[in-house]
């Protein structure tokens, strides 16, 4: 029997509806339009850190940006910043540009930013091309490792440098991104690399607040602590020697060094690579960790000193440094280093300063005698690094000059006579250390206010570093107030120091010339100034140093001098009168009265009382007179 079909079997069934092409690149590009949008919004807003790589600190000059460090470090709220090295904008004509570029051994840890190894080259450097307008930038960064350098080597390569050093290595497994750190990202170099590029970009750093913000409101509050910031990024976290990570961790720095070097390499830019080094002989490992394979870190380290004491000093070093290789915490950075430091070299025809094989030629077995702690060389230490690469640049012919090798009395006093280093920075580096020893690894964590009860401050001195050190001062601040300090007290050569450290450091601020100066003229410190003086009008010559370089150079009997630089007082200001009543004298002082009689002149009709000077007119009147006849 045939049913009969209903009218909704009747129905056709509905044709599936087809959109047009760009329908469909419309959808996708819309997420991409809402987040552009979203992108332009928050920076018009300014919303999170400014992470470009540079920035003004004049109109004519840049520094490393203080918050480039919050691409490595998201979870840290302290950052570190670098020695904030100043340099042109434009490159000089004659300039003669370094970058300097690692982690805190590099950066001068305890002694930044003014006791690092780039201040024994910068002063060789000026000794030996004075010609030039030498800049030496150092922008090495606490617990950061290769990933940081790699980040910043296109910026760095974009300032038009003549040369690169770089001294790392420490730092690759709990600096930040690195394999074992608190701020890792994985072990995937890829993953790392997009995310440090993705982080320059507002919507990023949203994204990252958010989860924070989130993160906080599930999480029991956190005690403040104080101590290293490696101390913080470390963790605890053991690394066996030969395990899956500690051999990630020689990957990671491999493959970041090739990228470094292949930037440098097709941009021209030569580098010098350093060996490091680390306290082999005084420093006992910090964990010892045996395995089936290997001893205990310590036993091996104690068959070391044995060794050295029946005077068997190779093998002694040898067994000092397989106990730092067995050490599971990984502070010091393992000899696997050194040798990937040394290949990366010979693979790019690439100079390597090889301090670890200097050092030990001259001291043996490293030990307290060159560093404050674990792996941090003393200021005698960073000497030495210093003189190293510099024989590495000699050797490789990267200095423009004939001679570029300095006399043995420069090395001999360049600890003492051309250190820009004070008894403040000499308290600040002594409170580091403290801090450095009496927290992990080298005893238990502590708050700050426990930290903070080790010191006890004596003198203003000890009070301003303790300010530093609690982060109520920067390093300027504390100088300055050290300046005003000695200047109070009449201690003008001590507060001329601190000026001229401050200077050294930001040779680029007119008002601590200025302001030394007039203090300095007040207190009639005239043969102490006088240097001084000259240094200001080499930086800028002005109405003020012009006028002071040619008074004192006529109360020393150097008229020639005094009459160049009087007039060209004069020329900045015509109304100076004792500018021209010593103009006025210098000229008689050569026998030259019918030109002092009319500079005299002058003066008395700006200053019709200016002291002494209607007697000088009468005594030039009467010499005139004299030669008339």
Not at 75 to 84: A, D, R
Not at 172 to 196: F, M, P
Not at 361 to 384: A, M, R, S
């Amino acid at each position: 029997m045939l049913v009969p079909k209903t009218n909704q079997q009747n129905e056709k069934s509905p044709i599936e509806k087809k959109y047009p092409f760009w329908f469909y690149i419309v959808t996708i590009l819309i997420p991409f339009f809402l987040i552009i949008t979203l992108e332009i919004f928050l920076r018009l807003f300014n919303y999170g850190a400014d992470l470009t790589q540079w920035i003004d600190i004049t109109n004519d000059r840049y520094i490393l940006n203080p918050e480039v460090s919050r691409k490595y470090f998201t979870e840290t709220e302290s950052v570190p910043i670098s020695n904030l090295n100043s340099f042109d904008k434009i490159k000089k004509e004659n300039g003669y540009r370094i970058f300097i570029l690692g982690g805190s051994s590099a950066a001068g840890y305890p002694f930044s930013p003014n006791g690092d190894f780039s201040q024994f080259i910068t002063s060789r450097l000026k000794e030996v091309i004075p010609e030039k307008n030498i800049e030496v930038i150092n922008i090495a960064l606490t617990a950061t490792n290769s990933y940081t350098i790699l980040d910043l080597m296109p910026g760095v390569i974009e300032q038009n440098p003549d040369l690169i050093l770089i001294y790392a290595g420490h730092n690759e497994y709990y600096g930040a991104l690195g394999v074992g750190s608190a701020e890792s990202l994985g072990r995937s170099r890829t993953i790392v690399n997009v995310q440090l590029y993705l982080n320059q970009f507002k919507l990023t750093m949203l994204v990252r607040d958010i989860i924070k913000y989130f993160g906080n409101l599930f999480s029991s509050a956190e005690k403040k602590t104080s101590g290293t910031l490696m101390s913080r990024m470390a963790r605890e976290k053991l690394i066996p020697f030969e395990s899956e990570t500690y051999t990630d961790g020689l990957n990671q720095f491999t493959e970041n060094m090739i990228d470094v070097l292949e930037l440098a390499q097709n941009a021209g830019v030569p580098v010098i690579l350093g060996t490091i080094v680390s306290n082999l002989k005084d420093q006992k490992p910090f964990v010892s960790k045996p395995t089936d394979k290997y001893p205990a870190a310590d036993k091996v380290f104690e068959q070391a000193k044995a060794a050295m004491n029946r005077g068997l000093f190779e093998t002694a070093d040898s067994l000092f440094r397989f106990a730092k290789n067995l050490d599971a915490l990984r502070f010091r950075a393992p000899e696997k280093i050194n040798e990937i430091i040394l290949k990366l070299g010979k693979k790019f025809n690439s100079p390597v300063a090889q301090i670890d094989d200097e050092l030990k030629k001259e001291y043996g077995t490293l030990g307290n005698i060159f560093f404050i702690d674990h792996l941090h060389p003393n200021l005698k230490g960073h000497q030495k690094i210093g003189l190293i690469f510099w024989n590495e640049m000699v050797k490789n012919k990267l200095i423009p000059s004939k001679n570029p090798v300095a006399t043995e009395a420069f090395n001999d006093s360049f600890l003492t006579k051309d250190l820009h280093y004070s008894l403040l920075d000499s308290t600040i580096a002594a409170y580091r250390i403290i801090i450095l020893k009496n927290d992990w690894p080298f005893s238990e964590p502590k708050p700050v206010r426990t930290m903070l009860r080790l010191f006890n401050p004596k003198t203003v001195i000890d009070t301003l570093a303790l300010k530093v050190i609690d982060n109520k001062y920067t390093w300027e601040q504390a100088h300055r107030n050290a300046a005003l300090y000695y200047l109070k007290n009449k201690r003008y050569s001590s507060y001329l120091f601190e000026i001229e450290i401050l200077l050294h450091q930001y040779p680029f601020i007119q008002e601590y010339y200025e302001t030394t100066t007039v203090s300095l003229l007040q207190a009639k410190q005239f043969e102490l100034i006088y240097s001084f003086i000259e240094k200001y009008y080499q930086f800028k010559p002005t109405a003020l140093n012009t006028k002071w370089i040619g008074i004192i150079s006529l109360s020393k009997g150097n008229a020639d001098k005094a009459i160049k630089f009087l007039e060209k007082s004069r020329n900045y200001n015509s109304n100076d009168a004792q500018v021209l009543f010593n103009l006025a004298g210098a000229y008689s002082m050569q026998k030259k009265y019918r030109d002092a009689l009319q500079v005299i002149d002058l003066c008395l009709k700006i200053s019709p009382d200016f002291p002494q000077a209607a007697q000088l007119k009468q005594q030039l009147a009467a010499a005139v007179r004299t030669i008339g006849k």
